[in-house]
């Protein structure tokens, strides 16, 4: 290696490094107050964590500005509302699917019948897994699919942990009218409805959105008992008449068994 090798080689180090640093530096006031588990202010996390004053201040306004940290009236500052979301997206992903499918695949397998599981896409209702039943009733909805939340029995279930105000908004511009004509539109009827069907656990709806269809759905509540995701079972109209019972018990099972395997069960 001859000199001029070596000069660079210096010349880059010190930027590499300052990155690393800089990174570094954001772990450890992010750490710093993950731990402690309570505000500090700036003196307080730059001598905890060894840094100069200068670079924690320049740090932490970068923190405040990209929302991983907030600042409180009396200047210390907190983990921000953007890394919640983080955690928030991260715990909801972690097991959520793979303990969904188990638990679909089983329940269909139990009813005999179509088991989805379904979640919240803005104004509409999204089916996001789905296991075909052993016999010959079709089912047109397949993952992916989108309808109106006012359409379907997990829909409800799936705003019932909102304000009744956020609830009487959402329905006031998202319900729309179903190609059997059967769906509900009235904002304060799919309130007042959406409210209860989370109370009691399951929710069913019979030819509203398909005809002849019917769906009988459970929620699964995370540990703060908002209504993340729903498993239900879709049938023939005519079999959830005959028997309601069979199939709300097996779905209500089904979903407090996610719940459990989750760790959700605490909201009840």
């Not at 009236?73 to 983990?79: A, K, M, N, Q």
């Not at 679909?104 to 019948?113: K, P």
């Not at 079709?138 to 029995?153: C, E, H, K, M």
Request: contains cysteine.
């Amino acid at each position: 290696m001859d000199a001029s090798d070596g000069i660079q080689q210096s010349a880059d180090a010190p930027a590499r490094r300052s990155r690393v640093s800089g990174i570094d530096r954001a772990l450890q006031v992010l750490d710093y107050l993950y731990e402690t588990g309570s505000p500090a202010g700036v003196y307080a996390i730059a001598k905890a964590i060894g840094a100069p004053l200068s670079t924690v201040y320049v740090i932490i306004d970068d923190l405040v500005e990209k929302n991983l940290l907030s600042r409180n009236g009396d200047s210390t500052v907190w983990l921000g509302a953007r890394l919640y979301h983080y955690g928030l997206a991260y715990a909801r992903s972690l097991d959520f699917l793979n303990v969904a499918n188990h638990e679909m695949h089983n329940l269909s397998r139990v009813s005999g019948e179509t088991v989805q599981v379904c979640g919240r896409d803005g104004d509409h209702m999204m089916v996001l897994a789905m296991a075909d039943g052993p016999g010959h009733f079709q089912v047109t909805s397949r993952v992916g699919t989108r309808v109106p939340l006012n359409w379907t029995a997990s829909g409800r279930l799936l705003v019932g942990h909102l304000p009744e105000q956020e609830r009487l908004d959402l329905f006031e511009h998202c319900a729309k009218s179903s190609p059997t004509g059967r769906a509900v539109i009235d904002p304060s009827v799919l309130s007042q409805s959406a409210k209860q069907a989370l109370q009691a656990r399951i929710s069913i709806q019979a030819g509203e959105s398909d005809y002849a269809v019917a769906c009988v759905a459970s929620p699964i509540c995370d540990d703060k008992g908002a209504c993340i995701a729903t498993i239900s079972i879709v049938l023939p109209e005519q079999k959830i008449a005959e028997n309601p019972d069979r199939y709300t018990a097996e779905v209500k099972a089904s979903a407090e068994r996610i719940e459990t395997v989750m760790g959700w069960r605490s909201h009840s």
